[in-house]
């Protein structure tokens, strides 16, 4: 699993090699914690292990609705609905809430779901240039004039650039020109904000976006997804968002491991402040080495190399030496913005980071990615 040591195979060689994990989204270390081991088998015992079939047709347990209702507390909206997974929860919540005759408003660099969810609805699409509201600005002018919902979405935290969305803007534009706004906060969710309430906690504007969406695949440790909202459109949703009701309830043994996570989120706030301060750490560190490297407060800090071969070469010969780093290249990222993708945990030790740092100080002189 994506803990902060793991086993992985060479390709080349098919050595087994014990690593440092930096690469994971798992970044509160949950996916094998003790506590949402213990509770998911717990509920295995007491509910066996599946729904077998999709809530419309077959209902849920009490957990699914004690688990959607602290979810709902969680982000400061009335309700919440759990879906299959994040990626299935934005296609699901836009394709229900647009049609044709409406607006879809997106930043360009927003996650492949939302994209995908906009295309799906049939709704007009207007794009605008990454993190700036006054390009937001001109689209929500330029969909005023135009039928139908408007509809802005963004992501909190963008993957593969750490950066955090400028929301406090973005949520006033939207009260401006009455649009609604849709944040996908996948990777805020338990990680960012003084509690880890997320990217809307990080910004200062919980309880003033309609819709938030997130996923239990990063700091929660596990899988699924979820929209949360109004009691209405969460209603709506319900009833309307395919990628909800066509598919089979999320497991009882799932929700038990996100509500074991979420409660540890809640009553442990020492790892989500760790995480805080390891990110610090190496920020600063890969700074005075001359890295460039993104510079918001997330666990997500991505090492701009601009060169695809450099890059390669320093993530390979890391592998090889024991760190496990994501190499960020074409389709993912524009040619020549490839980039390493380093990500930090709260379980990782000081030992973990000094011996990261060190590696990377000196494969960053012998790649020549050092400024
Ligand atoms: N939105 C964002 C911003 C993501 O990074 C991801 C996962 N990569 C998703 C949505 C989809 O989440 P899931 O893995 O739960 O489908």
């Known amino acids: 699993p994506s803990e902060r040591h793991i086993k992985a195979t060479t ?60 979810l709902a507390r969680f982000k400061h909206c009335e309700a919440s609905m759990l879906f299959p997974s994040g990626y299935s929860a934005n296609i699901g919540c836009i ?16 996650h492949a779901s939302l994209i ?11 794009v605008f240039k990454h993190s700036d509201p006054a390009d937001l600005e001109r689209c929500l002018k330029e969909a005023a004039g135009m039928p139908g919902q408007k509809l802005v979405a963004v992501d909190g935290v963008y993957s593969m650039d750490g950066e955090i969305a400028p929301l406090r803007p973005v949520v006033d534009l939207c009260k401006k020109y009455g649009a609604t706004l849709l944040v996908d906060d996948a990777h805020g969710s338990g990680a960012l ?22 996923t239990f695949s990063k700091a929660f440790g596990c899988f699924g997804g979820f929209i949360a909202g109004s009691n209405v459109m969460i209603n709506w949703l319900r009833h309307f968002a395919r990628s909800g009701m066509f598919t089979a309830a999320v497991s009882p043994m799932n929700v038990a491991a996100c509500m074991a996570s979420l409660e540890i989120i809640e009553t442990q706030p020492e790892l989500v402040q760790k995480l805080h301060k390891n990110g610090r750490y190496v920020r600063e560190r890969l700074t005075k080495m001359g890295y460039e490297i993104g510079k918001h407060e997330t666990a997500i800090i991505p ?18 030496r024991g760190l496990f780093l994501s190499l960020i290249e074409y389709p993912a990222v524009a040619p020549g913005s490839e980039r390493i993708r380093l990500t930090v945990m709260a379980t990782h030790t000081q030992q973990d980071l000094e011996t990261a740092m060190k590696m990377l100080e000196e494969l960053g ?4 990615v050092l400024s």
């Open 116 to 126: 995908d969810g906009a295309r799906w609805s049939g709704a007009r699409k207007l």
């Open 303 to 320: 090492i701009f190399v601009r060169d695809r071969n450099k890059a390669y070469g320093v993530v390979k010969e890391a592998y090889e």
């Open 193 to 214: 904000g003084a509690t880890g309430r997320g990217s809307l906690e990080y910004c200062g504007v919980e309880g003033e976006v309609d819709i938030v969406m997130g």
């Open 365 to 368: 002189k012998k790649y020549g």
């Open 11 to 70: 390709l080349e060689t098919g050595k087994v090699l014990d690593m440092i994990m930096m690469a994971s989204n798992n970044y509160l270390g949950l996916t094998t914690h003790p506590d949402v081991k213990r509770k998911t088998i717990e509920t295995i015992e007491k509910w066996g292990i599946g729904m077998a079939g999709p809530g419309t047709l077959n209902g849920n347990t009490v957990i699914h609705q004690e688990f959607e209702s602290r």
């Open 95 to 110: 394709t229900a809430l647009l049609g044709k005759d409406d607006v879809f408003i997106g930043d360009e660099l927003n």
